[in-house]
């Protein structure tokens, strides 16, 4: 089974930095997506940075372009999410997401939110203030 855990977050000034990690593991898809989502307060969950495990296309919000970076290392397998310059409307419950497979592109599928991905974490609260 494919288990995300997830760790960091936290809150912090406008303007500050955070880090957030998510672990992976038993993910063995050729052809999937990887990747960082949100979700505020009564607002859709949305895609912030999703990434294709066979191409490595990474496809950002326009929100987020310039301040947030992903990386991943491969032992273990960890997926990080590099959140800079932060701003108050960026609060949200992050969430890491993994799918074994997509039709289009990572970033379509995105779109469907909480739908995009068979795989989650169980999120970790960003606040900014």
């Known amino acids: 089974d494919v288990q995300l855990v997830e760790s960091g977050g936290g809150s912090v000034e406008a303007g500050g930095s955070l880090r957030l990690s998510c672990e992976v593991s038993?993910?063995?898809?050729?052809?999937?997506?990887l990747g960082w989502f949100r979700q505020a307060p009564g607002k859709d969950r949305e895609g912030v940075i999703v990434?294709?495990?066979?191409?490595?296309?990474?496809n950002y919000a326009d929100s987020v372009k310039g301040r947030f970076t992903i990386n991943r290392d491969s032992t273990p397998n960890t997926m990080y999410l590099q959140l800079a310059s932060l701003k108050p409307e960026d609060t949200a419950m992050y969430y890491c997401?993994?799918?074994?497979?997509?039709?289009?592109?990572?970033?379509?599928?995105?779109?469907?939110?909480?739908?995009?991905?068979?795989?989650w974490g169980q999120g970790t609260q960003v606040t900014v203030s």
């Open positions: 990434v294709a495990t066979d191409t490595g296309i990474t």
């Open positions: 997401a993994a799918a074994p497979w997509y039709v289009g592109s990572c970033w379509e599928q995105s779109e469907y939110g909480s739908e995009a991905s068979n795989f």
């Open positions: 038993g993910y063995t898809y050729p052809r999937g997506c």
